[in-house]
């Protein structure tokens, strides 16, 4: 909604719908810092618990693997609130929608930090996400009514940089969290955030209310996608444990999964107030970009969420620095996030988003010479590089998406944008640990049949003073280090390819004919 929409609270001898002006000096600092904060422990909560599985994982008595559900339950279910921002925003009112959705964040997240088991900390996860989907876009839009129009530019750049700095804040936190403290104060940290945010906000923005109108919502295809994501989300969590088709709860999933999409789709494409407006696809260079951005994220967050499995688990890092390794990926996407903006504003939005995806591309494939030999440098470094490409993925991306529909429906657009980035990261990250592992068998499996035939190595580790049993014991350990750098090393080639296919698929979309207003991309 734009600042024209922002009204005074009817009260007496005073109009109603009329507009407010923006805020100035220490009150428009103060808001712009309680939004950047609001924003940052949202987008935050996306990667804090990447370097955290493990740890976690050990504390409740899961599986490495298991331990995945606590990224991928969080971001689906902020996926599926995404798309439904703008009818609580039009029904409830803007501020009240983000305050209350900023408050119970940060209830979620106590609940998450008093967890006793796995299933439990899952549930509270998905309570969370539900509740941190409006902070993105609803920050966004509070930050573009309070600043005025001049300053938007500096509006939009201080809510980029927050989030662009929090995921790579995120391994870090993470990292020393649970290290130095207990993994429950990776959640704890955003209930003070959340609950002193939210009451200043408040105070501060309860005058920028909006009116509030009663759009229908749609229910029903809002309880078609969430059955079909759910079931589709369980069915990639469970597959591996279950044996995939050899269990019947898979196949009973499957079926679920394959008729909630297909009536999601007619039902989405016939009502009169989707939920998600999937019409938009009609126009050749969203689908383009949407395709590159669910392909090309869904390839980037596979790949952060198996770098420090990778490097706990088999390369000896602490949570600490694991998170400094991930980390390193955000330091120059942050330092060349302006210079991005900038060029997408005077050059083919198609070009730069070819080029940062195909970066992202080349230093993935490079990164498939991974061994169990290398330094902490010789892992962050080609991580340093690879965020040299990001901002000139995002940025022009997100212009070139909504350039590419009707003005009208931009909004839509953006949420149904946000909703495949996000999803596709969920996805892409039970696909990454589902194959790790099925890899890992695969190439121990191989690997066992080749080492040591002749049985020359296991004499000389007896001949050196250990058992039989010692020696078959150290000779299983470096294949199995060995095997699972293999299946590394096979998962970032198809993210490698990935982002190739990514890069391509924007040529579909033609050329822009207009600057899209990016103020509702969520």
């Known amino acids: 909604?734009?600042?024209?929409?922002?009204?005074?609270?009817?009260?007496?001898?005073?109009?109603?719908?009329?507009?407010?002006?923006?805020?100035?000096?220490?009150?428009?600092?103060?808001?712009?810092?309680?939004?950047?904060?609001?924003?940052?422990?949202?987008?935050?909560?996306?990667?804090?618990?990447?370097?955290?599985?493990?740890?976690?994982?050990?504390?409740?008595?899961?599986?490495?693997?298991?331990?995945?559900?606590?990224?991928?339950?969080?971001?689906?279910?902020?996926?599926?609130?995404?798309?439904?921002?703008?009818?609580?925003?039009?029904?409830?009112?803007?501020v009240r929608v983000f305050i209350t959705s900023l408050i119970l964040f940060g209830l979620c997240s106590a609940l998450c930090g008093m967890a006793?088991?796995?299933?439990?900390?899952?549930?509270?996860?998905?309570?969370?996400?539900?509740?941190?989907?409006?902070?993105?876009?609803?920050?966004?839009?509070?930050?573009?009514?309070?600043?005025?129009?001049?300053?938007?530019?500096?509006?939009?750049?201080?809510?980029?940089?927050?989030?662009?700095?929090?995921?790579?804040?995120?391994?870090?936190?993470?990292?020393?969290?649970?290290?130095?403290?207990?993994?429950?104060?990776?959640?704890?940290?955003?209930?003070?955030?959340?609950?002193?945010?939210?009451?200043?906000?408040?105070?501060?923005?309860?005058?920028?209310?909006?009116?509030?109108?009663?759009?229908?919502?749609?229910?029903?295809?809002?309880?078609?996608?969430?059955?079909?994501?759910?079931?589709?989300?369980?069915?990639?969590?469970?597959?591996?444990?279950?044996?995939?088709?050899?269990?019947?709860?898979?196949?009973?999933?499957?079926?679920?999964?394959?008729?909630?999409?297909?009536?999601?789709?007619?039902?989405?494409?016939?009502?009169?107030?989707?939920?998600?407006?999937?019409?938009?696809?009609?126009?050749?260079?969203?689908?383009?970009?949407?395709?590159?951005?669910?392909?090309?994220?869904?390839?980037?967050?596979?790949?952060?969420?198996?770098?420090?499995?990778w490097l706990q688990n088999y390369m000896d890092y602490t949570a600490t620095w694991a998170g400094c390794a991930t980390a390193m990926t955000g330091i120059l996407a942050v330092m060349v996030a302006p210079l991005a903006a900038k060029m997408a504003s005077k050059f083919d939005g198609r070009w730069l988003v070819f080029a940062g995806v195909m970066w992202l591309g080349a230093i993935t494939l490079l990164r498939t010479h991974a061994n169990t030999d290398m330094t902490f440098w010789q892992v962050a470094f080609p991580l340093l590089l690879q965020g040299l490409g990001l901002p000139f993925f995002f940025v022009p991306l997100t212009g070139l998406a909504l350039a590419s529909v009707d003005e009208a429906e931009t909004a839509s657009a953006a949420g149904l944008m946000s909703f495949c980035r996000t999803f596709?990261?969920?996805?892409?990250?039970?696909?990454?640990?589902?194959?790790?592992?099925?890899?890992?068998?695969y190439d121990r499996a191989e690997l066992a049949g080749l080492v040591d035939q002749a049985g020359h190595y296991a004499n000389t580790l007896t001949h050196s003073g250990l058992s039989a049993a010692q020696a078959q014991g150290q000779i299983s350990t470096i294949v199995q280090s060995q095997a699972v750098m293999l299946a590394t090393n096979q998962l970032f080639t198809i993210a490698g390819c990935c982002f190739v296919f990514a890069a391509l698929a924007v040529w579909f979309a033609p050329k822009p004919t207009r600057v899209a207003d990016t103020s509702q991309a969520h």
């Open 116 to 309: 006793s088991s796995l299933g439990m900390l899952v549930l509270f996860r998905v309570f969370q996400g539900l509740a941190g989907g409006p902070l993105m876009p609803l920050s966004q839009t509070l930050l573009l009514r309070i600043f005025p129009k001049e300053k938007a530019a500096a509006a939009i750049g201080m809510w980029s940089m927050t989030t662009l700095i929090a995921p790579v804040m995120g391994p870090i936190l993470g990292g020393v969290i649970c290290d130095r403290m207990h993994w429950a104060y990776i959640f704890y940290i955003n209930v003070p955030v959340a609950l002193i945010c939210g009451y200043l906000g408040w105070r501060l923005l309860k005058r920028y209310e909006t009116k509030l109108m009663r759009v229908p919502i749609d229910t029903v295809g809002l309880a078609l996608l969430v059955v079909w994501v759910a079931a589709l989300q369980i069915l990639l969590d469970e597959g591996k444990d279950q044996d995939w088709f050899a269990s019947p709860m898979i196949w009973v999933l499957a079926v679920i999964a394959a008729i909630g999409f297909a009536s999601f789709l007619i039902w989405e494409l016939t009502d009169r107030h989707p939920v998600v407006d999937l019409r938009v696809f009609r126009h050749r260079g969203f689908s383009a970009s949407v395709v590159t951005i669910t392909l090309a994220f869904g390839a980037f967050f596979g790949a952060t969420v198996l770098t420090p499995l």
């Open 1 to 94: 909604m734009s600042s024209s929409q922002a009204v005074r609270p009817a009260q007496a001898g005073r109009m109603p719908d009329i507009p407010l002006p923006p805020l100035s000096g220490g009150m428009l600092v103060g808001a712009a810092l309680l939004l950047a904060a609001a924003n940052f422990v949202a987008v935050l909560d996306t990667t804090i618990a990447n370097v955290s599985v493990p740890t976690i994982a050990g504390a409740l008595g899961a599986s490495s693997s298991q331990g995945t559900y606590v990224i991928t339950s969080y971001a689906v279910a902020e996926a599926i609130t995404v798309p439904l921002t703008g009818w609580l925003a039009s029904r409830f009112g803007t």
């Open 424 to 441: 596709g990261g969920a996805i892409a990250t039970s696909l990454v640990n589902t194959s790790w592992e099925d890899k890992t068998k």
